[in-house]
């Protein structure tokens, strides 16, 4: 009887985080090895012809052999780790403003007492946190890193990938008076037809009221622009400049009040007079009586003509 293993409370058994997914650790596995093949082979041969024109045939095929092998482990290398680099594209902007401030606040702890750095470090925080305005730019630049996540959460957990377990690549994020706004590039196996349906599952999943989504360019349909709503301002109170403009001592103008009419007097309407043709009446006889009409022996027998 095999002895059950204590369970832990975070993770697997093995306690171990997956940032990569096995399908897509297999597949770049695959892809650098046909890269590295496929390079090799072409710049080789590419590189001995051209070097065949300079020096005996056979010496051309080793340099080219010492050019393409370099050439295809560079593309192995880069394919091989293509998708750590996506994974670290996803996050740039949060390791980049971590380092930016792990790196100045060594730099003012270094270079200044406690009570300036201490001074400096709550002017930083507490001016932009004070000013209405960039507090909102603040606020609405922190969405878009959130929205970032959550929608590549939202590419992982319930929109189907292509085989090769892809992911669509999130390029670039800004705020918009309703939201935020994403721009995405979708990877082969994806459309998007696939993403018009769960749009309000994006929405649940990114905090907001509704998400949109419609092509970026119209000559790929790869290139996705993602609309997250998250507030009406449309139903906002906004001041006009047009108050500015008016001077209080400006005196009141007393203006006649209209008169709409909210009936019609036909008595008052004059009715046009309609003139009827004259007809004319058929011509008597002599004694008065009206014209006989023709008999059918007038007509000409048709049987005559046949």
């Not at 041969?45 to 050019?67: Q, T």
């Not at 060594?106 to 004070?130: C, D, F, I, S, Y």
Request: hydrophobic share 50%; proline share 8%; net charge positive.
């Amino acid at each position: 009887m095999s002895k059950s293993s204590p369970r832990r409370p975070f993770g697997r058994n093995t306690g171990t985080v997956t940032v990569i997914e096995a399908k897509v650790h297999r597949s770049s596995a695959r892809n650098a090895r046909l890269a590295f093949i496929l390079t090799a082979v072409i710049v080789g041969l590419l590189s001995a012809v051209v070097a065949a024109s300079y020096m005996h045939p056979i010496l051309a095929l080793f340099l080219g052999a010492l050019i393409g092998a370099p050439t295809a482990g560079l593309a192995w290398v880069l394919v091989r780790i293509w998708p750590a680099l996506r994974l670290l594209w996803w996050w740039t902007p949060e390791i980049g403003l971590t380092t930016l401030l792990g790196y100045g606040w060594t730099q003012l702890a270094n270079h200044t007492p406690l009570l300036v750095t201490l001074v400096v470090v709550a002017l930083v925080v507490g001016v932009p946190a004070a000013v209405p305005a960039s507090r909102r730019a603040l606020v609405a630049w922190t969405w878009c890193f959130v929205v970032r996540h959550r929608l590549r959460v939202c590419f992982a957990q319930f929109i189907i990938a292509n085989q090769s377990g892809s992911l669509p690549l999130i390029l670039w994020t800004k705020p918009t008076p309703v939201g935020e706004r994403v721009w995405v590039y979708l990877r082969p196996g994806l459309s998007m037809a696939d993403l018009e349906g769960r749009l309000d599952r994006i929405a649940v999943a990114c905090h907001a009221s509704t998400a949109l989504v419609e092509r970026a360019s119209d000559g790929n349909a790869a290139y996705l622009r993602f609309d997250i709503k998250r507030r009406e301002v449309l139903t906002a109170t906004v001041g006009s400049p047009l108050v500015d403009v008016i001077t209080p001592d400006t005196p009141a103008t007393n203006r006649p009040t209209p008169v709409i009419p909210t009936a019609l007097d036909l008595p008052d309407v004059d009715a046009p007079v309609i003139t009827l043709p004259v007809q004319k009446k058929p011509s008597a006889t002599a004694n008065g009586s009206k014209p006989a009409a023709s008999s059918p022996a007038d007509v000409d027998d048709v049987s005559d003509w046949i």
